[in-house]
């Protein structure tokens, strides 16, 4: 069984950046999905990003591409996400995902505070 732990969160002034981390611990072997989400409070979850391991193709958010960028290190089975230019907006609770077929993993969350 795969678990998920995100880190990287915190309190960025609006225009700056933040990295966040996605560690897998288990076997990610067969996984191909690789996913960012996040939750802002009274909103519903939204996908940030997805990616597919066996080809590659990525998918972004409109509101965020460009600004954003999915990356992984597979010898570390962790997944990252680079967020540049944070807005106020991007406030919310930010949340990994790993999927294939039935097999389908979450992470806790790790919150994300953008001042204006």
């Known amino acids: 069984q795969v678990q998920l732990v995100e880190s990287g969160g915190g309190v960025v002034q609006a225009g700056g950046s933040l990295r966040l981390s996605c560690e897998a611990s288990?076997?990610?072997?067969?996984?191909?999905?690789m996913a960012w989400y996040r939750q802002a409070p009274g909103d519903p979850g939204k996908t940030l990003v997805a990616?597919?391991?066996?080809?590659?193709?990525?998918t972004y958010l409109e509101s965020v591409e460009g600004r954003f960028t999915i990356s992984r290190d597979y010898p570390k089975k962790t997944l990252y996400l680079q967020m540049d230019n944070l807005r106020p907006e991007d406030t919310a609770t930010y949340y990994c995902n790993r999927r294939s077929g039935t097999r389908n993993a979450w992470g806790q969350g790790t919150q994300v505070i953008v001042s204006s």
């Open positions: 990616t597919h391991a066996s080809d590659g193709r990525t």
């Open positions: 288990g076997s990610i072997i067969g996984i191909n999905i």
